[in-house]
C-alpha cells in the first residue's frame, strides 16, 4: 500500500513537471515569435511605404516564414536548397533560408561551393527562379556561366517581343546570359537540370520528407542535411565507387 501511495505520489509530481516544462516551453515559443514579429515588421517597412500592415509570426515555430506551397496554398516552412552535381546527381551543396522565394540565393550557394571546393563552377543550371540580375551578373563577372529561363520568357514570346533583347537596366553580363540562352546549344545544356536537380528531391519525398518535424533553422538544416548525406550514400551504392574489399 506504501508503495502504491508513493507511485501514485511520483506519478501525480512526474505530471506536473511535464505541464510546467510544456508551459514554460510554450512560454518561449510565444517571446520568439513577438520578437520575430517585430523584425518582420521593422524589414517591411523599410522596404514599403505601407507601415499600417500587420505582420504575424508562428507561435509554434517562431522563424519559419509563411510560404506558397506546391498544392497552392499558404503555410509556415522553409526553403531547402541543394546544388547537385550533373552526371553523379551527388548533392554538393546544402543551405535552408526562411525566404519564400529563390531570387537572391543562386549566389550565396555558389559562395558555399567555393568555399567547400576552393573552385568555382564552371556552369551553373538553375530554375527561373533563381536568375536574378544581380546574383546573374555576379556570377558571369566571376567566370561561371549561368543556363536558367529568362524571365517572363514565353509570355513576351506570345505577346511578339523579344526577351533576348537588351532590356534598360541590364549590365553587360546579363545581356551576354540573355543572348546565351537564345541559342540551341543551351536549351539543349538546360535540359539537363530537370533529371539533375529534381532527382534528389523525389529521393527526399520517397523517404517520407514530406514535413519537418522540428523547429528553428538550425535543426532543419540539420534535417536537410542528413537526407543529402542519405542521399549521397545511395548514390555511392548505385556507382559502386565504395572500395573493394580484399581477401587472402
Not at 42 to 57: C, D, G
Not at 71 to 94: E, L, W
Not at 156 to 177: F, I, M, N, T, V
Not at 207 to 227: E, N, P, S
Amino acid at each position: 500500500m506504501r508503495q502504491d501511495e508513493d507511485d501514485d505520489c511520483g506519478g501525480r509530481s512526474r505530471q506536473e513537471a511535464a505541464r510546467q516544462r510544456a508551459a514554460e516551453e510554450r512560454r518561449a515559443r510565444l517571446e520568439a515569435a513577438i520578437a520575430e514579429r517585430a523584425k518582420l515588421q521593422e524589414q517591411k517597412q523599410q522596404q514599403s511605404a505601407n507601415k499600417k500592415k500587420e505582420f504575424r509570426a508562428s507561435t509554434t515555430d517562431p522563424q519559419a516564414r509563411v510560404m506558397k506551397m506546391a498544392d497552392g496554398g499558404y503555410r509556415p516552412g522553409y526553403n531547402v536548397q541543394f546544388a547537385t552535381a550533373a552526371g553523379s546527381r551527388v548533392i554538393v551543396g546544402v543551405d535552408v533560408t526562411n525566404v519564400g522565394g529563390d531570387s537572391g540565393q543562386m549566389e550565396p550557394m555558389v559562395q558555399r561551393l567555393e568555399q567547400q571546393f576552393q573552385r568555382l563552377p564552371e556552369e551553373y543550371l538553375a530554375d527561373g527562379g533563381f536568375s536574378s540580375r544581380d546574383d546573374t551578373t555576379s556570377l558571369e563577372q566571376r567566370g561561371v556561366k549561368v543556363y536558367a529561363p529568362l524571365k517572363k520568357e514565353q509570355k513576351l514570346l506570345e505577346q511578339g517581343k523579344d526577351p533576348y533583347a537588351r532590356q534598360r537596366h541590364d549590365s553587360d553580363e546579363y545581356y551576354a546570359y540573355r543572348q546565351r540562352m537564345k541559342t540551341a546549344e543551351a536549351k539543349e545544356i538546360y535540359k539537363e537540370r530537370a533529371s539533375t536537380a529534381e532527382f534528389p528531391n523525389a529521393g527526399c519525398r520517397n523517404r517520407g520528407l514530406y514535413q519537418f518535424r522540428v523547429r528553428g533553422l538550425k535543426k532543419v538544416r540539420t534535417i536537410a542535411v542528413w537526407q543529402a548525406l542519405t542521399h549521397n550514400f545511395l548514390m555511392i551504392l548505385c556507382h559502386g565507387w565504395l572500395p573493394t574489399v580484399c581477401s587472402s
